[in-house]
């Protein structure tokens, strides 16, 4: 089990690499992530920096 850190404007979210499902881009710079069995998060940042972030920390080179 990986923890990755999620950026967002109101705070971060930590969350296990492996329950993320989906990604969505979202207005104003943002990103939806869909989570396994949850609602989707609104994180900080464009869908390709998010999908860079998460794949590199679920890699561990972060």
Known sequence: MKFITLK???GDYLVIAE?????RDYENG????????GAPLL???KIE??????????NGSQ
């Open 8 to 10: 967002s404007r109101g």
């Open 19 to 23: 329950n993320v499902a989906w990604l």
């Open 30 to 37: 943002q990103t939806q992530v869909g989570m396994v069995g």
């Open 43 to 45: 994180v900080a940042g």
């Open 49 to 58: 920096d998010i999908a860079a972030s998460i794949l590199a920390q679920a």
